[in-house]
């Protein structure tokens, strides 16, 4: 059994510690840290056997390191902000302690999430003797698991990919994001981007879309955006051709989106209210709806995928590899709707293979570049099961509809 670290209280820190407290044959001790311990605090009660709560302020590189020499976990796993990602993997340097995330670093006064900051501790890592797990949740996280697998057991060289991203729940509100407001704005307001014959294409936001029918859930309609799983997989994958990511959006949540996008309630810059400097992006966070109340009222499905096509013993070959989450059912065992439940599973998945050392090899790694097979045995007994086809729909081109 190993000692843990969970760096992070919101739904997906709360399905973490859930997922841990399941598993005692793998994780020992556990202690959930926040900015605010009564949040930790109040996840704590929910759990089926105690843990430890502390307040940590994860922007502080201090106030991580010396959290970690209290508690002496053999892994943080780090599901607070992207923002926090270097000054948490700096604690771990500090105290040669193993490292977990979900996303990517992104820095707070820039729309820009990306591992060009992360990959250069590579050698400061291996020199310690330690292992850093970089984007463990879903998607970053399982989809680059999917590809690793299809590419092991199911191709010789694969040439596409397109990630599939579709949220079929509904809350039943005029408008709220399903996980971080902030981070969720800043990402979909972002540019499109897709890889191509070896270089990067840029869109406009949400410029290409098209209807797309997902297996168990229905048609809806898919959004290109630019996502870092791309950026990975890009490096990681031998000889892809074209990568994209897809997202589902409702035309309710376009609408407001737009609406608060032409008003300035989307921007990172500061802007001058009263003599002070307010940020209006973070302004509306304290309006909207937390994610973490989502749950009760989120009914319906997610379904994410991989669907791949390539070549295996010279024949062409398309696959689709996915998941179906059901929101009540993630809401009924961690309190919390299927958006944090498929993003915490992986990360305690992750941290389980690094503790038993299944996964352990020193340096930063993204979790393509690691054995699929331990992970993708465990997926579906952790609490989400996946299922493939050969008949893969590929998605329409740059023919695609254009806003």
Known sequence: MGRVLIIGAGGVGRVV?????????????ICLASRTRQKCDRIAATLPREVATAAVDADKSAEVTAL????????????????????IMDACLETGVHYLDTANYEPPHEARFSYTWQWPYHER????????????????????????????????????????????????????????PEINIREVTAKGRYWQEGRWVETQPMELHQAYEFP?????????????????????????????FWMTFSERYLMHLRVLQNVGLTRIDPVDFEG?????????????????????????????????AGRKNGQPRRYYVYNICDHQEAFRETGVQAISYTTGVPAAIGAALVLNGTWR?????????????PFMDTLGSWGLPWQETFDAIIPDGPTAKRS
């Open 216 to 244: 168990g859930v229905g048609t809806k309609e898919i959004y290109l955006l630019y996502h870092e799983e791309l950026e990975s997989l890009s490096k990681h994958l031998p000889g892809v051709k074209r990568m994209r």
């Open 361 to 373: 090899q020193a340096g930063v790694f993204n979790v393509e570049q690691l054995d699929p097979s």
């Open 276 to 308: 002070r400097p307010i940020v209006p992006l973070k302004f509306l966070k304290t309006l909207l709806p937390d994610p973490a109340s989502l749950g009760p009222l989120t009914k319906g499905k997610t379904h994410i995928g991989c669907v791949i």
């Open 125 to 180: 890592f291996r020199r310690a003797g330690i292992m850093a797990v970089l984007g463990c949740g879903f998607d970053p996280g399982v989809t680059n698991i999917f590809c690793a697998h299809a590419l092991k057991n199911h191709f010789d060289q694969i040439d596409t990919v397109d990630i599939l991203d579709c949220n079929a729940g509904d809350h039943g509100l005029p408008f709220a994001t399903n996980f971080n």
């Open 17 to 29: 510690a859930h997922k841990c407290c399941q598993h005692p044959e793998v994780f020992g001790e």
């Open 68 to 87: 970690i020499r209290d508690v002496k976990p053999e892994i943080v796993i780090h599901v607070a902000l992207p923002y926090q990602d270097l000054s």
